[in-house]
């Protein structure tokens, strides 16, 4: 099992920045994708970002491309993601996923693993 704990959220004005984190525990030698995901009330799951274990090509959605970059700390099992020019379109709570599967998937069905997510709150 993997364990995953996020943090980093909060209430920021439309322009403004935040740093989500998530650090991993468990079996993480098992996981090869770490991605970001969130869910808008009332909104399906939807996918922001993801990163290979391996050295390989990260995968943004076309929403956030330019302003959200995500990166891992290895020695630290953690992964943020750096969210700048923040909407109010982006909010949403943010949920840290692992999947075993080496393929940068960008749906949440073939990650394996789910953290309880932070709410991130853009204000107009």
């Known amino acids: 099992q993997v364990q995953l704990v996020e943090s980093g959220g909060g209430l920021v004005q439309a322009g403004g920045s935040l740093r989500l984190s998530c650090v991993s525990s468990?079996?993480?030698?098992?996981?090869?994708?770490m991605g970001w995901f969130r869910q808008a009330p009332a909104k399906e799951r939807e996918f922001v970002a993801a990163?290979?274990?391996?050295?390989?090509?990260?995968n943004y959605a076309d929403s956030v491309k330019g302003r959200f970059t995500i990166s891992r700390d290895p020695t630290e099992n953690t992964v943020y993601l750096q969210m700048n020019s923040l909407d109010p379109e982006d909010t949403a709570v943010y949920y840290c996923a692992a999947r075993r599967g080496t393929v940068v998937a960008t749906t949440p069905t073939p990650y394996d693993y789910w953290g309880r997510g932070t709410q991130v709150t853009v204000s107009s």
């Open positions: 990163i290979p274990r391996s050295a390989g090509t990260t």
């Open positions: 468990g079996r993480t030698s098992s996981v090869n994708v």
